[in-house]
């Protein structure tokens, strides 16, 4: 590829916020729940770049194929990898596009294809945009965005805190995963922390269930967390993360008496044995990401309660590793059920595609 900028390119980045900044010269778009990508073409030649630099083309075929068909002949784009079921967006089969058969590839375009949507140009052209504003990029990308149809969509934004913390309250029940703020004067730096995110953030008090060994020694890595079901069935929801080196240490000590004749009665006896693992379910299951991976665990006899902060669920879990906040030993662990989870209003992710990025 002949471009200004060189493939791979490490896109900008956002910084976790509590509140949203207000005032003049902010724009404010949804964030998105899928794929950081973007998108190199150069004539014929298209290629799809993660957030840490390793291609998705051969992954999204049908995208490649409309990218050729709708964008530049010539422009990076920075954008998001989605995939719509029903009226919101389901990160999980988002995930199982990425398989190493090409046949399951090309089954998996058909079955659950997906869409794109854009927020970003960095190169229009033979101009390079990486050095001018916000304001002229989102210039740039409307102009080159302006015919595009599904599964190309230009993300909704607005200049209006007030509707951006609209957009956060209800754009949730639509799978989308809260609000992105980003200064309208600044230049697109890549791997910096320019844009402001606000995410949800959640507690819920689980089961203590077990542990995983830190890769560095004999210290607690993880907690692994159960919720009851309405069945009366202990499920497998997650991991409690995030302690200091020193923490963790003790950790070890504060969880001995729960491991004195822990598999008698355990719950999830039966997933200690590797060969009878499910890996959707069972958390010493082999990772799909890294083979190599140790995820075998430490069981816990099931009395402690433990409260975490968690973003979102995906399916019947954390979408990403919980972070501790308190024992809650006033607690009973047979009172840690999936019912006091906080359920997103639903929202219909077609509106959200096609609001009006004008205001």
Same mark, same amino acid.
């Given at each position: 590829?002949?471009?200004?900028?060189?493939? $791979?390119?490490?896109?900008?980045?956002?910084?976790?916020?509590?509140?949203?900044?207000?005032?003049?010269?902010?724009?404010?778009?949804?964030?998105?729940?899928?794929?950081?990508?973007?998108?190199?073409?150069?004539?014929?030649?298209?290629?799809?770049?993660?957030?840490?630099?390793?291609?998705?083309?051969?992954?999204?075929?049908?995208?490649?194929?409309?990218?050729?068909?709708?964008?530049?002949?010539?422009?990076?784009?920075?954008?998001?990898?989605?995939?719509?079921?029903?009226?919101?967006?389901?990160?999980?089969?988002?995930?199982?596009?990425?398989?190493?058969?090409?046949?399951?590839?090309?089954?998996?375009?058909?079955?659950?294809?997906?869409?794109?949507?854009?927020?970003?140009?960095?190169?229009?052209?033979?101009?390079?945009?990486?050095?001018?504003?916000?304001?002229?990029?989102?210039?740039?990308?409307?102009?080159?965005?302006?015919?595009?149809? $599904?599964?190309?969509?230009?993300?909704?934004?607005?200049?209006?805190?007030?509707?951006?913390?609209?957009?956060?309250?209800?754009?949730?029940?639509?799978?989308?995963?809260?609000?992105?703020?980003?200064?309208?004067?600044?230049?697109?730096?890549?791997?910096?922390?320019?844009?402001?995110?606000?995410?949800?953030?959640?507690?819920?008090?689980?089961?203590?269930?077990?542990?995983?060994?830190?890769?560095?020694?004999?210290?607690?890595?993880?907690?692994?967390?159960?919720?009851?079901?309405?069945?009366?069935?202990?499920?497998?929801?997650?991991?409690?993360?995030?302690?200091?080196?020193?923490?963790?240490?003790?950790?070890?000590?504060?969880?001995?008496?729960?491991?004195?004749?822990?598999?008698?009665?355990?719950?999830?006896?039966?997933?200690?044995?590797?060969?009878?693992?499910?890996?959707?379910?069972?958390?010493?299951?082999?990772?799909?990401?890294?083979?190599?991976?140790?995820?075998?665990?430490?069981?816990?006899?099931?009395?402690?309660?433990?409260?975490?902060?968690?973003?979102?669920?995906?399916?019947?879990?954390?979408?990403?590793?919980?972070?501790?906040?308190?024992?809650?030993?006033?607690?009973?662990?047979?009172?840690?059920?999936?019912?006091?989870?906080?359920?997103?209003?639903?929202?219909?992710?077609?509106?959200?595609?096609?609001?009006?990025?004008?205001?």
């Amino acid at each position: 590829m002949d471009l200004s900028v060189e493939f $791979p390119l490490t896109p900008i980045l956002a910084k976790a916020a509590r509140t949203l900044p207000e005032g003049d010269g902010w724009l404010y778009e949804p964030k998105w729940d899928g794929f950081r990508c973007i998108i190199f073409r150069d004539g014929d030649e298209v290629e799809l770049c993660s957030r840490g630099g390793k291609p998705l083309t051969r992954y999204f075929p049908e995208i490649v194929e409309e990218v050729r068909s709708q964008l530049p002949q010539r422009c990076v784009i920075d954008g998001e990898l989605v995939i719509q079921s029903g009226d919101r967006l389901e990160f999980e089969m988002l995930q199982a596009r990425i398989h190493p058969a090409a046949s399951r590839v090309a089954l998996l375009q058909e079955q659950t294809p997906a869409s794109y949507v854009a927020f970003d140009m960095i190169v229009d052209g033979d101009e390079d945009l990486t050095d001018q504003p916000l304001s002229v990029r989102r210039t740039h990308l409307a102009t080159a965005l302006d015919r595009i149809r $599904p599964p190309f969509y230009a993300t909704p934004s607005t200049a209006d805190a007030a509707v951006a913390n609209s957009w956060f309250d209800v754009f949730e029940g639509a799978g989308l995963d809260g609000v992105i703020a980003k200064p309208l004067d600044s230049s697109y730096q890549p791997g910096k922390r320019v844009f402001i995110k606000l995410k949800h953030q959640r507690t819920a008090d689980c089961v203590l269930v077990g542990f995983r060994w830190h890769k560095s020694g004999p210290i607690v890595g993880s907690l692994l967390l159960g919720l009851y079901d309405d069945h009366g069935s202990l499920q497998f929801v997650g991991a409690a993360a995030a302690f200091t080196m020193k923490r963790r240490a003790e950790l070890v000590d504060e969880l001995a008496p729960y491991r004195e004749n822990a598999l008698i009665d355990h719950p999830w006896s039966d997933w200690q044995s590797p060969q009878e693992n499910d890996p959707e379910r069972m958390p010493g299951a082999v990772s799909r990401w890294n083979s190599a991976k140790d995820l075998s665990w430490q069981p816990l006899r099931p009395e402690r309660v433990v409260e975490v902060q968690y973003d979102q669920l995906e399916g019947f879990r954390f979408r990403h590793v919980a972070k501790f906040v308190r024992w809650r030993d006033d607690r009973e662990a047979s009172s840690c059920r999936f019912d006091q989870l906080d359920t997103p209003v639903s929202y219909d992710l077609a509106d959200v595609l096609s609001a009006d990025t004008s205001s």
